[in-house]
């Protein structure tokens, strides 16, 4: 199924929605603008037999995700091959299963054992079409929150399921790494990201109450954690790296939230105020984020920051890559958009004849991967069935 729709004409679509309530009105003149160059052809995934399907993840030419299987029985992991046009079940573990990250020839995801049985982490194997079960450090449960290169991170329980740590699990070595605490082997840690041998997360401290975390970064090549410390309170997280910048949120001296970004190399660390309290990305030297409402981004180089999208309803930044922002934005409805950095140019993605859209990724070429809403069958509603989708962009004269 393929649809062309320009930026306004999804605006328009959604004001004229029987039952969807009332519709977001964008600011047609930046879509438009927006749209006078670039426009982009959303194009339907299909499902793996049932009625419904998402995309979650995509990277070169591959799009990953889950589907319902026929009749609706299972969810099952999915890759999709946007040359072939051909969508992948890569199985499960022994009952459902969901795909949540793809890097080169690996699809990363998380798979039930049984109906009522614990979640581990699995590596699929796009060359071999081999599955493969990471394990744990000793618990039942593992899951995967990372994948960079032949590098999986991610957070596992140790035997007797009562203590969780952060794991870097190698491709290559099929080797799973624990890598401790900050409060020794007792404490708990979790891994957010990862970039090139970095990874990194948020741990407990010795001596301090349980809910008490720092943000920490792991070099894997000399087996060291660091405790990234704070803007002057007592607790921080770390949720994601790009080269030698970590990004997330902070405690102050006078006990308010902030976002944050340091710089692992130089030990400089920069406030980022109070309108990147969440979801902290970077790419680069660009970091987005958001205050609850509104989605910022902030230049490391230029200390410039700048709002994301309309300034109406909620906006959140699912994914930077290079100089594009993808995410979704709720007033009232939920549609999915691509913003440039550069100019700050902000698109909507169509649907697939619904009203609402989610975005979820972006490649190298600019294709944003996520799903989109099939036309109801029902009179009194605005969405059928969700399909993975991709949104390919092509340039008009």
């Known amino acids: 199924m393929r649809i062309r729709l320009r930026a306004w004409i999804l605006v328009a679509a959604g004001l ?17 603008s927006a749209a006078g160059s670039l426009q982009y052809d959303v194009q339907d995934l299909g499902t793996l037999g049932g009625t419904r399907s998402k995309a979650t993840a995509i990277d070169g030419n591959t799009v990953a995700g889950s589907s319902l299987t026929r009749d609706d029985a299972a969810e099952r992991a999915f890759a999709y091959d946007l040359r072939t046009h051909t969508m992948t079940d890569l199985g499960t573990l022994g009952h459902s299963s969901q795909a949540t990250g793809v890097a080169g020839d690996y699809v990363v995801g998380k798979s039930d054992l049984s109906t009522d049985g614990p979640t581990h982490g699995f590596a699929y194997n796009l060359r071999t079409r081999r599955l493969v079960d990471i394990g744990t450090l000793g618990g039942s449960r593992t899951n995967i929150t990372g994948l960079n290169g032949d590098t999986v991170v991610g957070t596992s329980t140790l035997s007797g399921d009562v203590v969780t740590h952060a794991f870097a699990f190698s491709l290559r070595t099929r080797t799973m790494t624990d890598l401790g605490s900050l409060a020794g082997p007792s404490g708990d840690s979790t891994a957010t990201a990862v970039s090139g ?32 410390g704070t803007l002057g309170g007592s607790s921080s997280t770390a949720n994601d790296i790009s080269g030698s910048t970590v990004v997330g949120q902070s405690r102050t001296a006078d006990n ?7 710089d692992l190399r130089t030990g400089i660390r920069t406030d980022l105020g109070s309108h990147f309290l969440t979801a902290q990305l970077i790419s680069g030297s660009t970091v987005v984020g958001g205050d609850g409402m509104l989605a910022s981004s902030f230049d490391l180089m230029t ?23 993808v995410g979704d934005n709720f007033a009232p ?8 950095v550069d100019d700050g140019d902000f698109t909507y993605l169509a649907s697939l004849g619904g009203l609402n859209s989610s975005a979820a990724q972006v490649n190298r070429h600019g294709i944003v991967a996520g799903s989109a809403a099939l036309p109801s069958a029902e009179p009194d509603t605005a969405n059928g069935p969700f399909h993975a989708a991709v949104w390919v962009p092509h340039t008009v004269a």
């Open 16 to 32: 004229l929605a029987v039952g969807a309530g009332p519709a977001y009105g964008a600011d047609t003149s930046s879509a438009e």
């Open 197 to 228: 041998a970095i990874v990194v997360g948020n741990s407990s401290l010795p001596n301090t109450p349980a809910a008490t975390k720092h943000g920490f970064a792991y070099n894997l090549r000399t087996r060291t954690m660091t405790d990234l």
């Open 256 to 262: 308010r939230l902030t976002g944050y970004a340091y």
């Open 303 to 325: 200390y410039t920051s700048a709002v994301i999208g309309p300034r109406r309803g909620v906006t959140t930044a699912r994914q930077i890559a290079g100089n594009l922002i």
């Open 333 to 340: 409805n939920s549609f999915a958009f691509v913003a440039r």
